[in-house]
């Protein structure tokens, strides 16, 4: 069977921006790949790559906000919430490990926070000073 790897591409800028896709694996699925031979694709491809990199970034903001609006349990966002934020994810290890102060993670939040704030107000739909 051959991927086009193109086509897969476009296909997940799609899921992205679909606002009911709130699982980033579902979209793997939909494909009907494996996560193994998904993730082999990702090493070989980087504008596959940046699709799924924008994909959980879109993702992840979906779910923040639901969770922020009391649309889902807020628990399984903040169980999940690393797999979609790279920024997250590293927070939550050096959480385990130790080694995180009180300002190490307020800074942290703070450049969360700034990214997006970035993302909101560079969307195309945005109004001029509504945030």
């Given at each position: ?120 107000t560079t969307q195309p739909n945005h109004i001029d000073?509504?945030?």
């Amino acid at each position: 069977m051959s991927i086009d790897i193109k086509q897969l591409t476009e296909d997940l800028y799609l899921f992205a921006e679909n606002p009911s896709m709130l699982i980033i694996r579902e979209f793997i699925a939909l494909t009907k790949l494996s996560q193994n031979k998904f993730t082999q694709l990702l090493s070989k491809n980087p504008e596959l790559l940046e699709a799924y990199n924008y994909a959980r970034l879109q993702v992840g903001i979906r779910r923040e906000k639901k969770a922020l609006d009391s649309e889902i349990n807020t628990s399984v966002y903040k169980e999940t919430a690393p797999l979609y934020d790279d920024d997250l994810k590293e927070w939550e290890m050096e959480k385990k490990k130790g080694t995180l102060t009180v300002n190490d993670g307020l800074s942290k939040i703070d450049a969360i926070f700034a990214k997006a704030q970035d993302y909101i107000t560079t969307q195309p739909n945005h109004i001029d000073g509504d945030s």
